[in-house]
C-alpha cells in the first residue's frame, strides 16, 4: 500500500541553525500537508500547498518557515532560523483531491520528524 | 475559526469493555469530522470520517462514530475493545478549506 514518507526520523540542531524536512507524498497526490504537534500539545495545522503554490497557512506559518516541491517526488518544509520552541513532532500528509465543503479529501500523514532545537 | 474538544486524555479499559471518547467541535459552516488513530510507533491512520448522509458511521476494526449536529459532537464507540486497540485517538474537522483542526488526542489503553 502507498504511503507518505518523511526523513530524517529525528533531526537535532542548535538554535539558530536552518533546518530542512523532507517528505515524499504518495506519487499520484497533489495536495500536500504540514502539520507539526508540540510534545503534549495539538497537532496543528501549517501549511498546504498545491500546484507549487502555498493555498492556506496558518499564523504560525511566519516568514521563517518555507516549502517548496523541488522536485517531482519530495515537499520539504524549512525552518530558517530554528527556534527552541519549534521543538515538535513534524508531520507530512498528502491526498489526491482537494477538500472544500462540497467534496471529500482523506489525508494520508507520514510517520513524522521529530525535530529538537538546543 | 473550527475548534475541537477531545474530554478524555487517558483513558484505560479491560478488554471486552465498551469504548466511548468524546469530541465536541466548534464551526459556523458545513463540517467533515474525522478520527484518525495512531498506534505506537506508527502513522495517523484514517479511522473513519463523516462526510454527509447517515449520521451514524462505521470505520475499520469495528469502530463507529454519531454525528449529532445539535449537540456539535462526533463520539467514537466500540462496543469491545482488544489490546491491540491500544493507541491515540485524534477526532479532527475540516470545515470549507483544506486545512484538518484535531483536539488533543485521548491515550487509550487497553489492559489484557
Known amino acids: 500500500e502507498p504511503e507518505v514518507t518523511q526523513t530524517p526520523s529525528h533531526q537535532v540542531t542548535q538554535m539558530g541553525q536552518e533546518v530542512i524536512l523532507r517528505c515524499v507524498p504518495i506519487?499520484?497526490?497533489?495536495?500536500f500537508y504540514w502539520y507539526r504537534q508540540i510534545l503534549g500539545q495539538k497537532v496543528e495545522f501549517l501549511v498546504s500547498f498545491y500546484n507549487n503554490e502555498i493555498s492556506e497557512k496558518s499564523e504560525i506559518f511566519d516568514d521563517q518557515f518555507s516549502v517548496e516541491r523541488p522536485d517531482g517526488s519530495n515537499f520539504t518544509l524549512k525552518i530558517r532560523s530554528t527556534k527552541l520552541e519549534d521543538s515538535a513532532m513534524y508531520f507530512c500528509?498528502?491526498?489526491?483531491?482537494?477538500?472544500?465543503?462540497?467534496?471529500?479529501?482523506?489525508?494520508?500523514f507520514g510517520p513524522g520528524t521529530r525535530l529538537t532545537v538546543l | 475559526a473550527q475548534s475541537v474538544s477531545q474530554h478524555n486524555h487517558h483513558v484505560i479499559l479491560s478488554e471486552a469493555a465498551s469504548l466511548e471518547l468524546g469530541c465536541n467541535y466548534s464551526y459556523g459552516g458545513t463540517v467533515n469530522l474525522f478520527w484518525y488513530v495512531q498506534y505506537p510507533g506508527q502513522h495517523l491512520q484514517l479511522l473513519l470520517k463523516y462526510f454527509s448522509g447517515d449520521p451514524l458511521v462505521k470505520g475499520i476494526k469495528g469502530f463507529e462514530a454519531e454525528f449529532i449536529k445539535s449537540k456539535f459532537s462526533f463520539n467514537l464507540r466500540k462496543p469491545s475493545v482488544q489490546w491491540s486497540d491500544t493507541a491515540e485517538y485524534f477526532c479532527a474537522v475540516k470545515g470549507s478549506g483544506d486545512k484538518l483542526t484535531f483536539g488533543t488526542g485521548t491515550r487509550l489503553a487497553v489492559r489484557p
Open positions: 506519487s499520484n497526490h497533489l495536495y
Open positions: 500528509a498528502s491526498s489526491s483531491v482537494s477538500g472544500g465543503s462540497s467534496s471529500y479529501n482523506e489525508q494520508f
